[in-house]
C-alpha cells in the first residue's frame, strides 16, 4: 500500500476512534493484510454489523467488509436478492465457508482517498442496518 493510501486508511479509522499507533503502522507495508475494526458506540445502532468490520488490501485493491447477521436459507436468499439491487457503489455479496453473509466494497489502492472510504463504509452500514431492521419484522 502506498503511502497516499496508507494517509487515507489511517484518516479513515481515526474518524471511527481507531487510531493505528506509529509503531503498528509497518503493517500497511505488508503486500496484504487484515485488520478488524471494532466501531465506536456511535455506531451501535447498526447491531448486524455485530460492531466491527475488516479492512483488507492485496495488490491494487482495499476491500470493506461488512458481517450481516440471517437466519436460515429463505431468509439468506431474500437478503441476497435485495443485497443485489442497484447500489450506487460497487458492492459483491459473498457467504463465507461457515455460511455467513457478508457485504463487501472495493476500492483501488490507486488514487484511494478518506472520502471515498468514508462513502463506502456509510453505504455498508445503512444497508447492513437495514437488513437488521427486515430481520426483526414479521411476515404472515
Same mark, same amino acid.
Given at each position: 500500500? +502506498? !503511502?497516499?493510501?496508507?494517509?487515507? =486508511?489511517?484518516?479513515? &479509522?481515526?474518524? /471511527?476512534?481507531?487510531?493505528?499507533?506509529?509503531? $503498528?503502522?509497518?503493517?500497511?507495508?505488508?503486500?496484504?493484510?487484515?485488520?478488524?475494526?471494532?466501531?465506536?458506540?456511535?455506531?451501535?445502532?447498526?447491531?448486524?454489523?455485530?460492531?466491527?468490520?475488516?479492512?483488507?488490501?492485496?495488490?491494487?485493491?482495499?476491500?470493506?467488509?461488512?458481517?450481516?447477521? +440471517? !437466519?436460515?436459507?429463505?431468509?439468506? =436468499?431474500?437478503?441476497? &436478492?435485495?443485497? /443485489?439491487?442497484?447500489?450506487?457503489?460497487?458492492? $459483491?455479496?459473498?457467504?463465507?465457508?461457515?455460511?455467513?453473509?457478508?457485504?463487501?466494497?472495493?476500492?483501488?489502492?490507486?488514487?484511494?482517498?478518506?472520502?471515498?472510504?468514508?462513502?463506502?463504509?456509510?453505504?455498508?452500514?445503512?444497508?447492513?442496518?437495514?437488513?437488521?431492521?427486515?430481520?426483526?419484522?414479521?411476515?404472515?
Amino acid at each position: 500500500m +502506498d !503511502s497516499n493510501a496508507q494517509l487515507a =486508511v489511517k484518516e479513515f &479509522l481515526a474518524g /471511527l476512534e481507531n487510531v493505528i499507533p506509529d509503531h $503498528q503502522s509497518a503493517l500497511f507495508d505488508q503486500p496484504s493484510g487484515v485488520l478488524s475494526i471494532t466501531l465506536p458506540d456511535s455506531y451501535s445502532t447498526c447491531p448486524s454489523v455485530n460492531n466491527h468490520i475488516e479492512l483488507r488490501w492485496e495488490q491494487n485493491w482495499l476491500s470493506l467488509l461488512a458481517p450481516v447477521n +440471517d !437466519s436460515g436459507p429463505e431468509k439468506k =436468499v431474500a437478503d441476497l &436478492l435485495l443485497l /443485489l439491487a442497484a447500489s450506487p457503489l460497487p458492492v $459483491q455479496v459473498v457467504i463465507d465457508r461457515q455460511e455467513r453473509l457478508w457485504l463487501v466494497s472495493q476500492l483501488p489502492l490507486i488514487n484511494l482517498r478518506t472520502s471515498f472510504l468514508c462513502r463506502h463504509f456509510q453505504w455498508l452500514t445503512e444497508k447492513a442496518a437495514s437488513l437488521q431492521n427486515r430481520s426483526h419484522t414479521t411476515y404472515g
